[in-house]
């Protein structure tokens, strides 16, 4: 699949993920899945998130990852290894690789993620872009400048469930225009992924891998 043409003035997107290997990704579908089929669910959904990025209009394309690319990474994305710390230190230290221009992050969480959904960021006249999670936390977070990003993001205590009130909090008292994307369901448990299936693109492996998997579901 070929990437999207790139236009000046476009953003730079980030993808934050871990290595879907069985037993450290996902492991809060365990039951009722097993950490194999978890790892298979994690490796569908990062890989619709990344071509969904592919076609999103981007200046770059940078996957920031703990651990080793494999066969499910498209071409068209740098590969940047994160950070040590916790998940705000690695989400800062992302933003710091940067160039100047607008940057986005996104996990590899919500599978039902579409290129119109990143289209506008970096295009649309804010200085920060804000996705919430239905969990509390959020599946997007951008800063026009990314080198505002690290008194932004560091130091918000993650995941929990008032993440994401802290960090809109935090672009807001830092004076940034915010402009506000839809809230999206993260995939956490099974009932997670059962509710982000109707919401998924035509075409998706995330619910193709679900479907095949229906009937281990106890």
């Not at 981007?58 to 066969?71: H, I």
Request: charged share 20%; with cysteine.
């Amino acid at each position: 699949m070929s990437p999207a043409p790139e236009a000046a003035g476009t953003a730079t997107v980030l993808v934050i993920a871990k290595e879907p290997v069985p037993g450290r990704v996902k492991t809060r579908l365990t039951p009722p899945f097993t950490p194999q089929e978890a790892a298979a669910l994690a490796e569908a959904a990062l890989t619709d998130t990344l071509h969904a990025v592919l076609r999103a209009p981007a200046g770059r394309r940078v996957l920031v990852l703990d651990g080793t690319p494999g066969p499910w990474l498209p071409p068209g994305f740098e590969v940047l290894p994160q950070a040590s710390g916790g998940l705000d230190e690695r989400i800062a230290a992302a933003f710091d690789r940067c160039d100047s221009g607008p940057a986005l992050l996104i996990g590899m969480d919500t599978p039902h993620v579409t290129p119109d959904l990143l289209a506008g960021v970096g295009r649309d006249g804010h200085d920060a872009w804000f996705g919430p999670a239905a969990d509390g936390g959020f599946w997007a977070l951008g800063f026009a400048d990314p080198a505002r990003a690290g008194a932004c993001v560091r130091g918000v205590p993650m995941s929990t469930g008032h993440t994401g009130t802290v960090q809109r909090r935090r672009l807001a008292e830092a004076g940034l225009t915010i402009g506000d994307l839809p809230t999206l369901r993260d995939v956490d448990t099974a009932a997670d992924a059962a509710a982000v299936v109707a919401s998924c693109p035509r075409g998706s492996r995330f619910a193709a891998t679900l479907a095949s998997l229906a009937e281990t579901v106890r």
